[in-house]
């Protein structure tokens, strides 16, 4: 009887041992070595990347930035309300003959332009006076850096002002509407910050 419950405890324990060998031995969920080469190679998953969209290198663009990476300094809006003041100052010592105030904004051509005109209009015994309704607007049209030093700024000017002149057939007020392109100009390695009024266009309003 020992020996035949011997053999029958011996089968028992071989059945358990069988059993637990067959729940500890199988692997449970997924496996590191079940992960494909190529996913395991990826440390995690992007979106892609959208590629940049296309500069406009247009001339004016290119040109203001050839301007401020020459004077980082130079500032867009700053610019344009002095050059509204300039334009203000000019037309108003024009049609003056402030020859004095006109030769330390403009270039000698156009220098030359304008003192011709008010040469002209002495001879023939008129005046004028120009008094602005409102601020002129102003708009960067084109901008430019020539010679490596020589910032130029062509600045499109709409204005509306009230022009009063006299002569020898009388007085006469008359109130006008203009549209140019003025040019300034400023070399860079200059000390002094004023721009200098270099061409006149007309412009389509």
Do not use: C
Request: glycine fraction near 6%.
């Amino acid at each position: 009887m020992q020996v035949l419950e011997l053999i029958i405890f011996a089968g028992l324990a071989a059945i358990v041992l069988y059993q637990l060998y067959s729940v500890l031995g199988r692997r449970v969920g997924r496996q590191p070595e079940d992960t494909p080469a190529t996913e395991a190679a990826r440390p995690g998953v992007r979106a892609p990347e959208r590629p940049p969209e296309p500069i406009d290198d247009g001339v004016a663009l290119s040109g203001l930035a050839a301007v401020k990476a020459r004077d980082p300094a130079f500032d867009v809006g700053q610019f344009l309300n002095g050059s509204k003041s300039a334009y203000q100052m000019i037309v108003k010592a024009f049609s003056e003959g402030d020859r004095a105030t006109l030769k330390n904004l403009l270039a000698p051509p156009v220098m030359s332009s304008f003192d011709a005109a008010i040469a002209q209009r002495e001879s023939e015994g008129r005046s004028e006076t120009v008094e602005f309704l409102h601020s002129p607007r102003a708009d960067l049209e084109k901008a430019e850096l020539a010679a490596g030093e020589l910032a130029r700024m062509t600045v499109r000017f709409l204005a509306e002002f009230r022009a009063r002149s006299k002569g020898p057939e009388g007085e006469a007020v008359d109130d006008r509407r203009t549209a140019e392109l003025w040019t300034f100009e400023r070399n860079l390695k200059s000390r002094d910050p004023n721009w200098t009024l270099i061409h006149v266009d007309a412009a389509e309003a």
